[in-house]
């Protein structure tokens, strides 16, 4: 039989879980709008109108911007996916950590534009590319950290999942910090 103390733990630890089913809908939600904002960021100048092939192939510093980031924004969502299909539940740090981790991946657009904008300026496609990158490094980071803070809470995780099986998942999807400071 079991103390009050530790009743009241078992209690409070199970009070604490929550259905992942929302989160992972929420989840998903946010990714698909970063990434439908990125096309947004897609246009064509009103003056380009008149040549407007050449106008829309002059854009090709858009195109490449939106491909990188929507290809690394697919990647996370692959991550997180596998991450979550992983879990039974999730408790209130793990929805920090993935709020943390939308908060990041919905402002990718914002370096995406800016990356786009300045590749053909010397003197700003350097920080540029630097802020994009270190947008990158945080978020994988926090996928990453996402990822073993799950692996490391066994009652979170769904029945026959161990906590090796989902840092192995981790690491065969998650791009290395060596990357990002390669591209930066």
Do not use: K
């Not at 079991?2 to 604490?16: A, P, Q």
């Not at 407007?52 to 990188?68: F, K, M, N, V």
């Not at 590319?129 to 990158?136: D, K, P, Q, R």
């Amino acid at each position: 039989m079991r103390r009050n103390g530790s009743e009241s733990t078992d209690r409070h630890e199970v009070e604490d879980r929550f259905d992942t089913g929302r989160t992972d809908a929420f989840s998903d939600g946010v990714f698909a709008i970063a990434i439908t904002l990125l096309v947004l960021e897609l246009s064509v100048p009103e003056e380009s109108l008149d040549e407007l092939l050449q106008g829309i192939l002059d854009q090709w510093p858009s195109y490449l911007a939106y491909g990188t980031s929507f290809w690394m924004i697919a990647g996370v969502w692959l991550v997180h996916h596998a991450i979550f299909r992983r879990l039974r539940y999730a408790d209130p740090t793990l929805m920090l950590l993935n709020l943390v981790l939308l908060m990041a991946v919905s402002f990718l657009p914002y370096p995406t534009r800016l990356m786009a904008e300045a590749i053909e300026s010397a003197g700003a496609e350097r920080v540029a590319v630097i802020f994009y990158g270190a947008t990158l490094l945080v978020i994988s980071v926090v996928v990453t950290s996402l990822g073993h803070y799950a692996a490391g809470r066994g009652a979170l995780l769904a029945e026959g999942v161990s906590a090796s099986e989902l840092q192995a998942g981790i690491a065969r999807l998650q791009p290395s910090v060596a990357f990002y400071a390669r591209c930066s």
